[in-house]
């Protein structure tokens, strides 16, 4: 990961600009960056360029509910390519990421809502019964994102369909920021006591680069599954 040195400060690649924009930007953007593998085995083939867009439109679509830098969003979907897209438009937004396991009931979801404080949560509609039964105990908690559902009901739900109807897939963001900017939360299991979040920052990539790179000695063509 390049660091450059400011006047000011030691300033690190943002992490979606590492992970996406960078390799558009060097002539990447057609290869391929995810194979999703559908429960019938079926295969959908993204590319830098598809998640670069995609994950554009979804931070454009955030900043238009008020989303601002070091403010919480978090992820309450499984696993999918949508869940990486946000992941990414979040950190293009400077805000912190938070994703959650789909498996945890209310009281797991509660204690984690309410301890980031977060603002808006990503979901789908067959989990949005949980949030909604917490709700009312979560005043930081506005917007609540489904990605399934073109017009759910609620106060303050909304449809990802209807978010991004008209959000152009061009977003300009700072490709570098200060080092110690925050960039996401990741939550212990809880099985011992309350669970804790450990706040992550975007110079944590560095670390990830050098294991992927040393330890797993990963190479440009491999899949990592």
């Given at each position: 990961?390049?660091?450059?040195?400011t006047?000011?400060?030691?300033?690190?690649?943002?992490?979606?600009?590492a992970?996406?924009?960078?390799?558009?930007?060097?002539?990447?953007?057609?290869?391929?960056?995810?194979?999703?593998?559908?429960?019938?085995?079926?295969?959908?083939?993204?590319?830098?360029g598809?998640?670069?867009?995609?994950?554009?439109?979804?931070?454009?679509?955030?900043?238009?509910?008020?989303?601002?830098?070091?403010?919480?969003?978090?992820?309450?979907?499984?696993?999918?390519?949508?869940?990486?897209?946000?992941?990414?438009?979040?950190?293009?937004?400077?805000?912190?990421?938070?994703?959650?396991?789909?498996?945890?009931?209310?009281?797991?979801?509660?204690?984690?809502?309410?301890?980031?404080?977060?603002?808006?949560?990503?979901?789908?509609?067959?989990?949005?019964?949980?949030?909604?039964?917490?709700?009312?105990?979560?005043?930081?908690?506005?917007?609540?994102?489904?990605?399934?559902?073109?017009?759910?009901?609620?106060?303050?739900?909304?449809g990802?369909?209807?978010?991004?109807?008209?959000?152009?897939?061009?977003?300009?963001?700072?490709?570098?920021?200060?080092?110690?900017?925050?960039?996401?939360?990741?939550?212990?299991?809880?099985?011992?006591?309350k669970?804790?979040a450990?706040?992550?920052?975007?110079?944590?990539l560095?670390?990830?680069?050098?294991?992927?790179?040393?330890?797993?000695?990963?190479?440009?063509?491999?899949?990592?599954?």
């Amino acid at each position: 990961m390049n660091k450059s040195e400011t006047s000011e400060n030691l300033s690190v690649e943002n992490i979606a600009y590492a992970c996406l924009t960078k390799h558009v930007q060097h002539g990447a953007a057609d290869h391929e960056a995810l194979r999703w593998v559908e429960s019938d085995l079926s295969t959908q083939s993204f590319t830098y360029g598809d998640l670069e867009k995609l994950s554009n439109r979804i931070a454009g679509g955030l900043k238009a509910l008020g989303i601002q830098p070091g403010e919480t969003v978090s992820l309450f979907l499984p696993r999918s390519p949508i869940l990486i897209s946000t992941l990414f438009a979040v950190q293009k937004l400077t805000a912190i990421s938070c994703t959650l396991f789909n498996t945890l009931g209310e009281e797991g979801l509660f204690d984690r809502l309410s301890n980031s404080q977060t603002r808006l949560v990503v979901t789908r509609k067959s989990l949005l019964r949980k949030i909604r039964a917490i709700q009312p105990q979560l005043p930081a908690l506005e917007w609540i994102v489904v990605v399934d559902q073109d017009e759910p009901e609620g106060e303050k739900i909304i449809g990802l369909n209807k978010l991004l109807a008209d959000t152009p897939d061009i977003f300009d963001y700072p490709h570098y920021v200060p080092a110690e900017t925050p960039a996401f939360l990741q939550n212990t299991s809880g099985s011992t006591g309350k669970p804790k979040a450990a706040l992550h920052v975007h110079d944590a990539l560095g670390d990830m680069q050098q294991s992927f790179r040393h330890i797993m000695q990963l190479q440009p063509e491999d899949l990592y599954w």
